[in-house]
């Protein structure tokens, strides 16, 4: 559970995001701090990570001010846990002093507590990875995966194929090629098959079986 109670208002856009890698809802108050947890999902080495995690102390105008960070990453790898804060680049920018002063005593309270901070805004995105990634996770539930047993034995001989060729493999009919759709994203979104989510996805992409998967 959150330590900060979102609040709701006009500047804001609040909601819960579904997420598959830690079994609940995740809360956010921006569409950037939604997007930001959709790319920890497809990053394969975060373990798992929770948001408004911490409350933190810093000092301002001789006060102190406490501060809940946005996110806490927790990593499958040797990395230090790391808090995120989630900012669009013009608060940023407009905020640059005070935030500065602010994100130094927060760093340095954090490397005292084997820790890292990361500013995280919506220049760190590839638009076009974004896009991807958000078509992909509406293939996150499926009612039934049967067919994707199917789809599996298609690929078992073949290295690379395109989007379009599966479907042409698996039937000519449009319809019978409608009903597998779902069933391929789903592949490639829990990384049974991998292709480059950096280019734009098209009936030309390409679909390969992810290596350590073969059999």
């Not at 909601?15 to 921006?30: R, V």
């Not at 927790?74 to 995120?84: S, V």
């Not at 680049?89 to 640059?96: D, L, P």
């Not at 449009?174 to 979104?189: F, M, R, S």
């Amino acid at each position: 559970m959150p330590i900060r109670k979102i609040p709701k208002n006009y500047r804001s856009v609040t909601g819960t995001f579904a997420s598959i890698k830690n079994g609940c809802n995740i809360f956010y108050e921006s569409l950037l701090e939604r997007d930001f947890f959709l790319t920890l999902e497809f990053d394969e080495n975060v373990k798992s990570y929770e948001e408004q995690p911490i409350q933190i102390f810093y000092k301002h105008l001789n006060k102190n001010i406490r501060y809940t960070p946005d996110c806490l990453v927790h990593y499958k790898d040797n990395r230090l846990p790391c808090i995120y804060e989630v900012k669009y680049s013009n608060e940023i920018k407009e905020k640059k002093v005070f935030l500065k002063q602010k994100f130094d005593q927060i760093e340095e309270y954090l490397d005292k507590n084997d820790m890292e901070f990361k500013l995280f805004t919506e220049l760190d995105i590839n638009p076009i990875y974004l896009e991807n990634i958000k078509f992909l996770y509406n293939f996150s539930v499926l009612k039934d995966i049967s067919k994707t047993d199917l789809i599996k034995k298609l690929f078992k001989n073949k290295k690379l194929e395109s989007y379009e060729n599966i479907l042409k493999i698996y039937s000519t009919n449009k319809y019978e090629q409608a009903e597998i759709i779902p069933y391929i994203w789903h592949l490639v979104l829990t990384n049974y098959l991998t292709t480059d989510l950096n280019k734009p996805f098209s009936k030309k992409t390409i679909l390969k079986v992810k290596d350590n998967d073969k059999t």
